[in-house]
């Protein structure tokens, strides 16, 4: 390289050589920095390798001592896999020689188990051919108590036909007894209160021990209990229908039309149920009784249903019925069917006679034909509306008066074919001495007669070839009697308590000079008894319903009652007398 032109090469070398060495200089310099960063270097870099040889050593260490480690845990493991397959076997030996043990023990138990299996399935097996064997005898037992109830069935009808025989023969008066229920008035009134507000109930001490059987526990403070028991011709208990009592009484309705005079009356103090029992449940407005549930219906519609079937069943035109609704209130007789001068019933007094004949005759008496339930039924439910009536005590509803209702069927025969025994000459000769007779074609046309059977508008002319047979059935629901302090009756009410109980007893009275046989009976001592005279005295067939309650406040009452029954039983009025019925003629 040239200097440039006007300057001199030797300044220029100079300072050029100034320049080289400056930076030359400095190059050692940097050589120099190098040296000493590459001594530093080797020096770092000889650390390092030191510090590498020692990592290694370490990591070779740690390599050596994590094999060993590994080794260690390893054979741990090894060690302790071989412990537990050494206890798995020990268990597994264990749990085998249990298996063997308790299948061992399985058998021993299966084989016991079939044992017993075998054992119950045979045992069974006796039971079943035991059981049947049971069941054989037991079908034959039952064949035989079949047998026996129908024998006893049979026997026991036949001791009733017997009975009832014997009672026909002897003039026996037949004594039903029914036990009413325990109702809500027997706890309504007259019980004490106990020191903690409850009431103490009624105590049912009567009871129907079998169908002829009353049973009454007897008891006083003190003294033990006595049970007395009564018998009647049957017996009813508190759950039998009205359905059970007529059964019992309809035969007798066939003995009406047979020529029997009937008589049934209902007797028992003061809300016993007589009244339900004769006529049913009553209406609380008018005490009329109700008939449309019929199964609740009385002895007196029932009766009076029966008669119009049987009579249905003769010749028509060959019967009619008349009916006399009459009470006896403070000894006095009313007729119930006699009506004013508009059409109205009212309740006019009448008096009964004895006629010539010795028979009781109310003059006077309003007689109603009926040509069929209906309209009896309609004819009583009007009667029913005067009877006399008072709330006491004891019934809210009770009856003060004896209620007598009277059917009598009149029977048209022809004379030519009457036989001729002596009894029936005699009735002969009584009917022909009657001088006007009505049939039931013009009675219907005056449906009112009057007992003088004279004062009838419609008559005809005796002949010798018609002739009248009547026959009569009586209804009676006598008034119960009462205890005064029970009743609670003051005023009116106790004078009709006295009359009551003083007619009831004037019937005790009859039938008893009845049972003694005594030459007077005193009929005249009441109006009831002077009344009922015939049906008691034996002219007709008499059947007395006794009415109890069963409940210990009533204990006397009812013992009165069954009492009364009793002695009831035992009155012999002779055999009653047949109305003479024409024997048909053999045809030529």
């Known amino acids: 390289m040239r200097p440039p032109r006007g300057l001199d090469p030797g300044s220029v070398w100079a300072q050029r050589l100034r320049q080289l060495e400056q930076r030359l200089r400095t190059k050692e310099e940097r050589i120099v920095v190098l040296e000493t960063e590459n001594a530093v270097l080797h ?31 390893r054979r741990s493991v090894v060690t302790q896999l071989h412990g537990a397959i050494k206890r798995l076997k020990q268990d597994l030996k264990s749990l085998h020689s249990f298996a063997l043990e308790l299948s061992k023990d399985f058998q021993r138990q299966s084989e016991t188990y079939l044992y017993q299996i075998l054992t119950a399935v045979q045992g069974i097996q006796l039971q079943n051919e035991a059981m049947q064997m049971f069941q054989i005898k037991a079908l034959d037992l039952q064949q035989s108590l079949q047998e026996v109830t129908e024998r006893y069935e049979k026997e026991k009808q036949k001791r009733r036909a017997l009975h009832n025989s014997l009672v026909e023969l002897r003039g ?32 049912k001490v009567a009871y129907a021990a079998d169908d002829e059987t009353v049973l009454v526990k007897c008891s ?16 009813y208990n508190a759950s039998e229908s009205q359905d059970t009592v007529f059964a019992d009484v309809a035969p007798l309705l066939t003995s009406l ?45 029932r009766a009076t249903q029966e008669v119009f079937r049987l009579i249905s069943e003769k010749p028509p035109g060959s019967y009619w019925v008349e009916v006399s609704v009459v009470e006896v209130y403070n000894n006095e007789i009313f007729d119930l069917l006699a009506k004013d001068s508009c059409g109205k019933l009212f309740g006019v007094k009448r008096d009964v006679i004895t006629t010539r004949e010795g028979k009781s005759d109310v003059p006077l008496l309003t007689y109603e034909t009926v040509e069929n339930a209906s309209e009896f039924l309609h004819l009583v439910n009007k009667g029913l509306q005067l009877r006399v009536r008072h709330p006491t005590l004891v019934h809210a509803h009770s009856s003060r008066s004896h209620l007598v209702v009277t059917l009598t069927i009149t029977t048209i025969v022809s004379g030519d074919n009457f036989g001729t025994s002596w009894e029936d000459e005699q009735i002969s000769q009584r009917l022909n001495k009657e001088v006007s007779y009505t049939f039931p074609q013009k009675m219907r046309d005056n449906k009112s007669t009057s007992s003088s059977r004279a004062s009838s508008p419609v ?26 302090g029970m009743s609670g009756v003051t005023g009116a009410a106790l004078r009709e308590t006295s009359f009551i109980n003083r007619s009831l007893s004037a019937l005790a009275d009859v039938l008893g000079a009845i049972a003694e046989q005594r030459p007077h009976i005193p009929y005249r001592n009441s109006k009831l008894t002077h009344l009922l005279q015939d049906s008691v005295g034996g002219d007709a067939k008499l059947l007395v319903m006794l009415c109890i309650s069963p409940d210990q406040r009533y204990l006397t009452e009812s013992m009165q009652s069954l009492g009364f029954g009793t002695r009831a039983r035992q009155v012999q009025r002779g055999q009653v007398k047949k109305k003479s019925f024409p024997v048909p003629s053999k045809a030529k």
């Open 459 to 484: 008559q005809l002319e005796a002949t010798e070839k018609m002739k009248q047979v009547k026959t009569r059935l009586q209804l009676v629901d006598l008034a119960g009697s009462e205890c005064v």
């Open 220 to 235: 006083r403070p003190g003294h033990a209990s006595i049970n007395k028991t009564f018998q009647f011709e049957r017996v």
């Open 257 to 301: 039309l047979d020529g029997y005079n009937v008589c049934i009356m209902a007797y028992g103090q003061t809300g016993s149920g007589k009244t339900y029992t004769m006529l049913g449940p009553q209406l609380e407005e008018n005490f009329a009784f109700s008939i449309e549930d019929e199964s609740e219906l009385g002895i007196i519609p």
């Open 43 to 73: 020096l770092k870099l000889a650390e390092y390798q030191g510090l590498a040889g020692r990592s290694t050593n370490e990591v070779l260490q740690l390599y050596s001592a994590h094999g060993q480690q590994q080794k260690l845990q």
């Open 172 to 203: 026996n008066i037949r004594v039903h007894c029914r036990i009413r229920p325990l109702l809500p008035f027997d706890t309504a009134a007259g019980h004490s209160i106990s020191q903690d507000g409850q009431r103490n109930f009624s105590e």
